[in-house]
């Protein structure tokens, strides 16, 4: 029989815009071959169905395939749906982890649906798509589940041996299009560790890509001046002679690109944390998951962390200043109930990192933890993406309080914007730092805050509402630090009405008014603390620079860490760079 023309399209939802598939372009460029055109179609959940169906018809596929996820696995059944309504003879394939396992059901339920690809698709696909190209029967293609002539057939999925022999899959041509959105690469699949949580437990062993390999591709990124490449390796530095070769390259690099790295901290050695002080701002950034501090829970989920390793390493680096931290925790593992979920919630908060993610557990098909979801009692969704309701430790009207404290923490700690005010709102409250945000959140709650959007106004209102409502003796105080956070942190763009800031009332402050007028007009004195300055426009000034009179002595407290004098101090902030920057005018430079 003749081979006939194949035309695929190989698409997905992703669950935003900034987002791009890496696995499509990985069977993009594994599976070209004369005779066979390859297209690769993005949209994302927010994407029409009708809209999508209307791009991909025009495409004219012999074959669609759609990589499933948990995030769009609803909408990609609705979609094949609709794909064989108005194409019945176009082929749909679906591929991806939401339908690795348990793909008998998807067959039966969705008619729609002619083959999975199960696990690793490059070398499945490329053997399907040659068989349907010569006619002939799939019945040799590895890893893959289909409907046979008596019942539905699966065979075990199969896994690239040599990772360098799939082509680097971005070209150049796509680079303008990719502009805005995250880079994905992988220098290595599989994971040394077997967390029951995570569909990485489910395959054994780590393969690598060549090191001359990952260096070459690596230069693409640069030379193409990428905004972030995100490496999916599951755990990046699982050997070192592949990893610390990567992160040395990219160190020397002359870029932008920001390199996103999920990494276990517990397994740096000595060499690699100092290699690391040296590393450009910016240049690294770290995801880190602890998941736990509870030696019980680390044990049902078969993950071991190093937890003294842990903090002095993050703490290490951390104090450097230079790479982004981002720290992972799980709501909903075993043995976990609130006051021990807290209690690790305390230890990985007082790393401070850059950001810390309070993640709630999802039984994933094909996990240890959904096999054994009975065993502690766990109620889910039954839908995607599965996640935990309640189990034995944590009823659902305790997770559901967690999920208002994860809302706002992310608003408050993860957004970044109250630096200063923060840790010291919290050292009112007798009990740490969850105790702090368990406490927000009851208040969130109860003025219907977690039903709503949030302007970053909203926010800085809420805090200073809080802390008048249980604190009202350190309102003052307090409205001063959130005034010294928006000057830095909003780059005055913010600029809450409600804080006291010196221009609000213009008939008590006219003679600050006069002070840093005079100030700006002798130049000798603003070269004290700006040498480069030289007067231009006063409209220039006010775009660069901002002079604010504080009623306490903010600067000192951020030198010494002792309390709050209360005293007026002025201010010089400077937005000349990226990070602002401030520093104290003296008393006579503005007092005289």
């Given at each position: 029989m003749g081979r006939m023309l194949v035309k695929v399209v190989l698409s997905t939802l992703n669950a935003k815009y900034i987002h791009s598939s890496l696995a499509l372009r990985c069977l993009a460029s594994f599976c070209q071959a004369p005779g066979r055109t390859i297209a690769v179609r993005e949209y994302t959940v927010n994407n029409g169905l009708l809209e999508i169906l209307s791009d991909l018809y025009v495409c004219h596929a012999t074959v669609i395939g759609l990589a499933c996820y948990i995030w769009n696995i609803e909408a990609s059944l609705q979609l094949a749906a609709l794909i064989k309504k108005i194409q019945p003879k176009t082929i749909v394939v679906l591929g991806g982890p939401e339908v690795s396992y348990q793909p008998e059901d998807i067959l039966r339920e969705h008619e729609a649906v002619d083959y999975i690809v199960l696990g690793e698709g490059e070398q499945t696909l490329e053997a399907l798509l040659t068989m349907l190209s010569q006619g002939q029967k799939v019945e040799s293609v590895p890893g893959l589940a289909y409907r046979g002539p008596q019942d539905i057939v699966t065979s075990l999925p199969q896994q690239v041996t040599q990772l360098d022999d799939i082509p680097f899959p971005y070209t150049h041509e796509e680079m303008r299009a990719l502009k805005d959105k995250i880079l994905y690469y992988e220098s290595s699949r599989g994971c040394p560790f077997a967390c029951q949580y995570c569909l990485s437990s489910a395959t054994a062993g780590v393969r690598f890509v060549s090191l001359a390999r990952v260096l070459r591709d690596l230069q693409f990124f640069i030379e193409h001046d990428v905004k972030q490449v995100k490496f999916v390796d599951r755990t990046f530095n699982a050997r070192k002679e592949h990893y610390f070769p990567i992160l040395k390259f990219l160190a020397q690099q002359t870029c932008r690109t920001n390199f996103h790295f999920e990494i276990a901290a517990d397994i740096w050695d000595q060499e690699v944390v100092e290699f690391l002080r040296q590393v450009p701002v910016g240049r690294f950034q770290f995801e880190i998951g602890i998941q736990s501090t509870n030696e019980q829970t680390l044990t049902a989920i078969k993950r071991h962390n190093n937890w003294s390793k842990i903090v002095k390493n993050v703490s290490q680096v951390r104090d450097y200043g230079n790479i982004h931290l981002h720290l992972d925790l799980i709501v909903g593992l075993p043995y976990e109930n609130v006051c021990v979920f807290a209690k690790s919630f305390d230890e990985v908060y007082r790393l401070q990192p850059d950001m810390l993610q309070i993640g709630f557990l999802k039984l994933l098909k094909g996990s240890g933890i959904r096999q054994n979801a009975a065993s502690h009692g766990y109620i889910a969704m039954t839908t995607a993406p599965y996640e935990v309701l309640a189990n034995n430790y944590m009823d659902y009207a305790t997770i559901r309080h967690?999920?208002?404290?994860?809302?706002?923490?992310?608003?408050?700690?993860?957004?970044?914007?109250?630096?200063?005010?923060?840790?010291?709102?919290?050292?009112?409250?007798?009990?740490?730092?969850?105790?702090?945000?368990?406490?927000?959140?009851?208040?969130?709650e109860q003025h219907g805050y977690h039903l709503v959007a949030h302007s970053s106004k909203n926010l800085y209102k809420y805090l200073a509402e809080f802390c008048t409502c249980f604190y009202p003796q350190a309102r003052n105080e307090h409205n001063e630090l959130l005034k010294f956070d928006a000057l830095m942190s909003e780059h005055r763009a913010v600029r809450p009405e409600f804080l006291p800031w010196n221009q609000v009332n213009q008939a008590a402050n006219d003679n600050w008014a006069e002070q840093k007028t005079a100030f700006w007009r002798d130049s000798d004195r603003v070269r004290r603390y700006l040498p480069n300055f030289t007067f231009t426009t006063w409209r220039d000034i006010k775009k660069t620079y901002h002079i604010e009179v504080f009623s306490v002595d903010i600067p000192a407290y951020l030198q010494n860490g002792e309390g709050l004098e209360k005293r007026e101090v002025a201010v010089l902030f400077s937005y000349q760079n990226t990070n602002p920057s401030y520093q104290v005018i003296n008393y006579d430079d503005f007092w005289n």
């Open positions: 967690l999920k208002i404290v994860e809302e706002v923490f992310e608003q408050i700690y993860n957004s970044g914007r109250f630096q200063q005010s923060l840790p010291w709102l919290i050292g009112l409250v007798n009990g740490g730092a969850f105790t702090f945000y368990s406490k927000l959140a009851d208040y969130w």
